[in-house]
């Protein structure tokens, strides 16, 4: 079992930065390759990034590349999600989510058994 918070979210205007953070606590936090989803009002959760449990190899949905970058500690039992050149388009409630094992990066929802919270973002035009 391991339970996720997440922090970080607020307010901005389009073009700012953003960083989430997703403090884990329980089992060992490396045993748990992570991803980020965010859902929007009216749509479904959809997946934004993943992360291997060792954080040598991390995976983006189309829409965010090159503007998002997620990293890991570890040894702080944390996954971040550094956003830059933030769009309207971009607010959504944003979930970290953990899986128990595997070598990969995951990208469906269903892969994963352990979600925070969710914590806002909110970009204004």
């Known amino acids: 079992q391991v339970q996720l918070v997440e922090s970080g979210g607020g307010l901005v205007q389009a073009g700012a930065s953003l960083r989430l953070s997703c403090a884990a606590s329980g089992r060992t936090f490396s045993n748990y390759p992570m991803g980020w989803f965010r859902q929007a009002p009216g749509k479904e959760r959809e997946f934004i990034a993943a992360?291997?449990?060792?954080?040598?190899?991390?995976y983006y949905a189309d829409s965010v590349k090159g503007r998002f970058t997620i990293a890991r500690d570890n040894a702080k039992n944390t996954v971040y999600l550094q956003m830059n050149s933030l769009k309207p388009e971009d607010t959504a409630v944003y979930y970290c989510?953990?899986?128990?094992?595997?070598?990969?990066?995951?990208?469906?929802?269903?892969?994963?058994?352990?979600w925070g919270q969710g914590t806002q973002v909110t970009v204004s035009s």
């Open positions: 992360i291997t449990w060792s954080g040598d190899t991390t």
């Open positions: 989510a953990a899986r128990y094992g595997g070598i990969g990066v995951y990208t469906i929802r269903t892969e994963y058994g352990y």
